[in-house]
């Protein structure tokens, strides 16, 4: 991250957030100037992006993918599985968001193409819904960083929403891990699963979804 962006004047930021900031709003589901300053620091003009945000803290964005983060687009249903799986057997979760009826997992930059292939290799691969892997050369919708009521309008929200210049992302392998793990979820009790992975911190999560 440059100088510039690490220098961008927090207390602007926060104050821009700070309506939002109340008992009424699970602080999950917005996120701090830091959060904001890692999600801008991934487009091109990041100082174009906080400067939205400070006039219009409610307003998504559009960013790039590849660089910062990747982003795994699951169907909601099973990406609440493969939440719970992340939580409950695994490492947790990063940033996590909904857009229109779908989750947006960040994942680690390279995950994107990583992901597919490991579900090729995956004898479950073939029971997990259709998902979508955006990576470089990719663009997603971020929903507003304050997060909150007024966001649900515009279709994006956030489940997790980043809070540090440094959030914890899950890899490839990670996302395999709970695509399996949610696939077994919502299988005969009879099915067996071929993958088993331990659920230190270090461990990776694999998501699937070919977007091209």
Request: hydrophobic share 40%.
């Amino acid at each position: 991250m440059s100088a510039w962006l690490r220098d961008i004047d927090n207390d602007r930021l926060t104050a821009a957030f700070a309506p939002f900031d109340d008992e009424r709003h699970d602080p999950a589901v917005r996120s701090a100037a830091p959060g904001a300053q890692w999600l801008a620091s991934a487009g091109t003009y990041p100082r174009s992006t906080l400067a939205l945000w400070e006039t219009r803290p409610t307003a998504p964005a559009v960013l790039p993918c590849g660089s910062v983060f990747d982003v795994v687009g699951v169907p909601a249903v099973f990406g609440r599985h493969m939440l719970d799986r992340l939580r409950e057997e695994g490492p947790g979760s990063g940033p996590v968001a909904l857009h229109r009826g779908r989750m947006l997992i960040f994942a680690t930059p390279g995950a994107a193409t990583r992901l597919p292939a490991l579900l090729e290799w995956e004898e479950w691969g073939g029971s997990v819904p259709p998902l979508r892997c955006h990576g470089n050369g990719d663009a997603v919708t971020v929903p507003p960083p304050a997060g909150g009521e007024r966001s649900a309008t515009t279709g994006s929200r956030w489940l997790m929403a980043p809070d540090t210049r440094h959030p914890w992302l899950p890899g490839p392998e990670v996302l395999l891990w709970a695509c399996v793990r949610a696939a077994r979820a919502t299988a005969a009790p009879d099915v067996r699963v071929s993958i088993f992975l331990g659920g230190g911190q270090d461990a990776k999560v694999c998501d699937v979804s070919k977007r091209r």
